[in-house]
């Protein structure tokens, strides 16, 4: 087991649930996004305040001891994705190295080490808006958004290259966000790994915590609830009834992109993509990103 002294590592909810429930508590020390929000760290982050807050200072307010790995749990931490906005910022991660730099600062004792992981270009979209159609989080069809979006902007690589100009190449580590696939015990034992801490997935439980997308059903109902001007606490009901009962996980899929759209979504993103392979992925066969 390693011991990581003050050390950041940025990850995805999932992850956080699994430690919390079923890893040693003296390891980890868990900041809630709430507590983040409530700091002023997402404002800072955006430009909106000018005071920086010490993460590691507020974290030890709270509890933190001096050897523990600290965990930041937020899926916007370094910069909303800004793809359901029209202009100059509607592409992956607009601010995001503007963040990361602020974030640095923000950190000063600390050894930050970021997990980073991606998925492929067509099936972020399209799980994008399911989840922002979901929370009621967009007016725009899917036809508008996906019109919004400039493919040759759609680029991992510019993302990660951003992380190791900030953070130091030997700091950023990439993964799949495919790997959920196998399940989520095999999911959080490579994520384990990754830090330092060797674990079977056969002794990790499946809690079942992967949050499914919309199904095709419950897209079209939300799509017709979004365009008859239904009032938002309405749709927000609605679409709590459908993430609850017409998942993708029990029903069909929404498959939004059409064959010859997603072909060319990912042919765009194909030179960027194979840098991106042959540096992180050198064994997977890049075509399954492709097909």
Known sequence: MVNWQSKLILRQPLIQSY??????NNLYFYLDPEVINNSGLLGYLYGLESKPVNLINLARKSGLSQDATL???HESLLGNSGLQQIGGNSYFYGIFRKSAKRLRLLLPEADIHVIFYIRRQDEFLESMYLELLATVNTDYTFNKFISIQEPTRLSWLRVITDLEDVFGADHVQVALFDDIRSGAPT???NFMRRI???VSPDTIPDLGKQRPSLSRGAYYLANMAMRSGMPIKYRRKLNDFLRSRWTNKTHKSANLLSCEHRYGLLSSCKPDNSVLFNKYFP????????S
């Not at 430690?19 to 040693?24: E, I, K, R, T, W």
């Not at 064994?283 to 492709?290: N, S, T, V, Y």
């Open 71 to 73: 965990i930041v749990s």
């Open 196 to 198: 330092g801490i060797t």
């Open 19 to 24: 430690l919390h429930q079923f890893f040693n």
């Open 283 to 290: 064994d997977l066969d890049i075509a399954l990103w492709h």
């Open 187 to 189: 999911f959080i034992a």
